[in-house]
């Protein structure tokens, strides 16, 4: 039995015989991918790919020669067969967005790790990035909100939510909230990020994103309040991020970073407000 540590690491350029590589698909556009995780594509010889999360396009990377399983249907026992079936596969498990977000990686990483199967992660856009690029907004405006809590409402599975992380206590922060696979429950879901402590309010913006990335991705700014009416509307209760916090606004202060007056390692501060054009001092 091998720990995370002594494992077998995957060749940057050619995966080793028989590697699971646990590859980011990205939030839906095939370009969305990395070029590492379609370069993996390209050369596996097995494809276990979740056809309800990865639009069919991202396979465009793979071989034609590739025998793809759609895990839709697949149990967790039914994806590590094809595993132990194969052990001298180069096998890509497609995940959407970012494998380490909700992915279900780690109880085939603990296989992995049992079985001394070699395996990479490699990572990926996550709907995060893709949602707020649809929105056109920050997560992060200085003096409004500096963190961003990737978050879910407990559903049917609110034994694997711990009870500190309520939605209302993450909003008690005045932080950005991120809320996965919430969609389903939209009352539910408004209720739960105005129940106290949280510091938001029936005004707070928040926007409902839909297939973010995908051709036909919908976007629909509102606030918390009208959260719930927003995602009726969409009639989408799937692959639906929401966003939520005063950052959405687009007020706020700008960044220190590129302030002329905040120094640091790569440019000295200006007296005269503006560095632009000359060259950093060691
Ligand atoms: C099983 S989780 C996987 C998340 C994924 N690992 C990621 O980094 O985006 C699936 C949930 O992610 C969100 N999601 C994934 N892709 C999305 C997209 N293109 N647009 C909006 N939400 C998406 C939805 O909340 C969906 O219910």
């Known amino acids: 039995m091998m720990t995370v540590g002594d494992r077998p690491t995957a060749d940057e350029e050619t995966p080793a015989g028989g590697m699971i590589s646990f590859v980011g698909a990205g939030p839906g556009a095939a370009d969305l991918i990395t070029l590492r995780g379609a370069r993996r594509l390209a050369e596996a010889d097995i494809v276990v790919w979740a056809s309800s999360l990865v639009p069919v396009e991202v396979l465009a990377h793979a071989h034609a020669r590739a025998v793809v399983h759609d895990s839709a ?5 039914d994806v590590l067969a094809v595993y132990d079936a194969n ?4 096998i890509v498990r497609l995940h959407s967005g970012d494998p380490a977000l909700y992915g279900a990686i780690q109880e085939q990483i603990d296989w992995c790790l049992a079985n001394s199967r070699p395996f990479e992660i490699v990572p990926g856009v996550s709907s995060l990035g893709a949602a707020a690029a649809a929105v056109g907004r920050e997560l992060t405006v200085p003096g409004v909100a500096q963190s961003v809590v990737v978050t879910r409402l407990a559903g049917r599975t609110a034994a694997s939510v ?15 909230l991120a809320v996965f696979l919430s969609a389903a429950r939209p ?7 105005l129940a106290p402590p949280s510091t938001y309010t029936v005004d707070t913006p928040a926007a409902v994103v839909v297939r973010a990335s995908w051709p036909d991705e919908v976007v629909v700014p509102t606030t918390c309040g009208q959260l719930a009416e927003a995602l009726v509307a969409t009639g989408a209760t799937t692959t639906v991020l929401v966003l939520v916090g005063p ?12 302030s002329p007056g905040f120094a640091h390692a790569h440019r000295r501060r200006s007296a005269l407000g503006s560095t632009a054009g000359r060259p950093a001092r060691p």
């Open 87 to 90: 052990p001298r596969a180069a």
């Open 187 to 193: 009352h539910a879901l408004q209720q739960a990020l």
């Open 247 to 258: 950052a959405l606004d687009g007020a706020g202060g700008r960044s220190h970073l590129y």
């Open 73 to 77: 249907s697949m149990t967790l026992e």
């Open 162 to 176: 711990p009870a500190a992380e309520s939605l209302a206590a993450f909003a008690a922060t005045g932080c950005t």
